[in-house]
């Protein structure tokens, strides 16, 4: 039980770390203008499998946020919280 909480806490550790880099990969695509879609493509590519991602866009800046989804093992033992992220980039002018 002890060695399957462990590696249930390393893969959230895990799921940490993609949902941070998803995140700042599509701001970064976003914000230089490259198309939702592709985008979208790539972050959901980088973040954790199952991971919800949502953009927002406003006051030229877009918002990329990823949401990962709790390892099985831990979600017995209450409120934990679920990997996520959010990335933030200023809109490039298109010239």
Known sequence: LVLAVALADVDL???QVRCVDAARVGARLLARGE???AALAEVRAAA???AEVTVT???GRVTVSVTGQLP??????????APA???????????
């Open 13 to 15: 550790g895990l799921a």
């Open 57 to 59: 866009t406003e006051r």
């Open 72 to 81: 099985a093992a831990l979600r017995p033992l209450g409120a934990l919280p």
């Open 48 to 50: 954790p499998a199952g």
């Open 85 to 95: 992220a959010s990335a933030r980039a200023l809109l490039e002018a298109v010239p």
């Open 35 to 37: 198309p939702q879609a």
